[in-house]
T-cell receptor, first 117, second 115 residues
Framework: DTGVSQDPRHKITKRGQNVTFRCDPI?????LYWYRQTLGQGPEFLTY????????KSRLLSDRFSAERPKGSFSTLEIQRTEQGDSAMYLC???????????????FGQGTRLTVV | AQKVTQAQTEISVVEKEDVTLDCVYE???????LFWYKQPPSGELVFLIR??????QNEISGRYSWNFQKSTSSFNFTITASQVVDSAVYFC????????????FGRGTSLIVHP
């Protein structure tokens, strides 16, 4: 297994355009997280899936942000009508789900760096 | 609510010095997990360690050691005999039952090791 994979690694887009990022988690992981990281800050949680179910999406930054994981494998994060303030690193992570009160660590991809001009 | 505080924004040391990165957390959960991650300039967060709230044993892995103290809600990370390759941003994170085990991160500490 090659770990969590994100595509593209870099994206430059004009303000107002839509962008979509893809994340392929570690194959046996059924939890998938999306985070945003801006310069000098820690990762900020956006949303997560357990299998294909999106269990938390209230932390998505606005209704311009949406995420899907249609078959419980890869996921996409879409930002519509991008704004300059959306410029950031978007990180995907995956983990096995908590069970019997035991949690497991999340493994991160290399991120997609978005620049909105 | 969960919160992680890394008060040290940046630490600069000379190679071979020991350095401790501080992490203080807040949670109402009785069952929770603490993590440390390293983010080198390439950008990928690399998992270093996980501890659960029931295990306060300190851990040592090579030049790395971790000190977990529930009494002070701290989970500090020490690098012994630092090396230039240790230069990175280090993040402490917390997850627990009250937050659906979603990791909450601190703001990170940037460690710069000079040759």
């Amino acid at each position: 297994d090659t770990g969590v994979s994100q595509d593209p690694r870099h994206k430059i887009t004009k303000r107002g355009q839509n962008v979509t990022f893809r994340c392929d988690p570690i194959s046996e992981h059924n939890r998938l997280y999306w985070y945003r990281q801006t310069l000098g800050q820690g990762p900020e949680f956006l949303t997560y899936f357990q299998n294909e179910a999106q269990l938390e999406k209230s932390r998505l930054l606005s209704d311009r942000f949406s995420a899907e994981r249609p078959k419980g494998s890869f996921s996409t994060l879409e930002i519509q009508r991008t704004e300059q303030g959306d410029s950031a690193m978007y990180l995907c992570a995956s983990s096995t789900p908590p069970s019997f009160g035991r949690n497991t660590e999340a493994f991160f991809g290399q991120g997609t760096r978005l620049t909105v001009v | 609510a969960q919160k992680v505080t890394q008060a040290q924004t940046e630490i600069s040391v000379v190679e071979k010095e020991d350095v401790t990165l501080d992490c203080v957390y807040e949670t109402r959960d009785t069952t929770y997990y603490l993590f440390w991650y390293k983010q080198p300039p390439s950008g990928e967060l690399v998992f270093l360690i996980r501890r659960n709230s029931f295990d306060e044993q300190n851990e040592i892995s090579g030049r790395y050691s971790w000190n977990f103290q529930k009494s002070t809600s701290s989970f500090n990370f020490t690098i012994t005999a630092s090396q230039v390759v240790d230069s990175a941003v280090y993040f402490c994170a917390l997850s627990g039952t009250g937050g659906s085990y979603i990791p909450t991160f601190g703001r990170g500490t940037s460690l710069i090791v000079h040759p």
